[in-house]
DNA sequence: GCGTTACGAGTCTGACCCGTATCGTATTTC
DNA sequence: GAAATACGATACGGGTCAGACTCGTAACGC
């Protein structure tokens, strides 16, 4: 976190914005291009952003630190569903997932993958993301559940993992080419509520 | 590739098995402790193996070319559907979805998501493993759809994303670390199976 | 036993990078 | 205008690694 505090006004010059911002968007650039975590260099940001490399030292500790920051700078806002209708609401939810406002974000997430599993720490950041998203969906389906929409004897957590996996595993691995991401949201909730089986 | 083709006999001291399976089996064990595939030297896995550098080199191009063979040994083989029950079948090959004979996979896998999308070739390496195995479940819920127990108008690819997703996420990312591994499979295919809305 | 090839171990050059320090300059407060 | 802090640029020592190379040795066919 750049210290953007309430400082009383330090003495000399003061910290640029623009410096800020460019190292930011640097590391984002380059991530989006198809550099790894940690085939990033702090070099290369700093090249990137027309900035000397103790101008990123002065603000981040290192290329964690930093990438925290470019990442949480990376997060859009969450989906809010109406609340009319629990099917439209879940195609909302699950059109969601995997979707930044910055499109640079369907190139880095893959990436993050990796990462995600190496520390404890990491693993909780991520957790820490999509939990709250998690919970969302979570209240959507219990809501179902109440108006008498979905079954009273599903495993929620499974139906989560149901309605997410699909999209995920699209829009992060391209798992199957042939399918078209544009409609799946829709497709995936229908065939979750209805079942394949003859009935 | 090792050619360990037709060759009519060459002159000279054979290649040792033993370091081409050493080299391997170093690569793999490195990746399975932790090691993200760029941060793996050549260097670390000739030390790991007790083999000299340019025995690996002798062998493959570059890493990139050893890590594809590497990879190709961590293959297991395919899961094959008894035949009797399209549910049965349909737990069992959800079941093998990113399970390997080898533990180490388990570990290596994330790993391989940020590379696949990386270039063309990796990419094409991916869809050839994991192709036979999609057909192999399109093959299952075709029979399921013709003998009547799945309804005609599904959507197979959608529904196969629908089987394979939240295993994937699962096991790859583990998305929700409260979900139990062990019953999914079957949970996952009864829960698309009958769908979860309230007839 | 001779030519050939492989072996493990090691060396060497040239990259690239980290994190710190030091330039001369620019911008701010007092 | 002086002190303080920032800036971009660049140099530094210390580190890792790729690949090509060199050792002396080992295993094979003829």
Sequence with gaps: MTSTADAPRSPGRPRSIRADEAIIEATLDLLAEGSTIEALSIEAIATRAGVGKATIYRRWAGKDALLLDALRR??????????????????????????????????????????????????????????????????????????GVLRADIDVEVTMALLTGPMLIQRVLQWNPDLDEQSLPERVVDAVLEGIQVR
């Design 74 to 147: 990376l997060k859009g806002v969450m989906a809010q569903p109406a609340g009319h209708s629990v099917r439209d609401d879940l195609v909302l939810l699950v059109g969601a997932i995997g979707k930044n406002v910055d499109p640079r974000a369907a190139k880095i997430m893959p990436c993050l993958a990796p990462a995600v599993n190496r520390s404890a720490d990491q693993f909780q950041l991520y957790q820490n993301i999509i939990s709250p998203r998690r919970q969302l969906m979570r209240e959507v389906l219990r809501r179902g559940i109440d108006e």
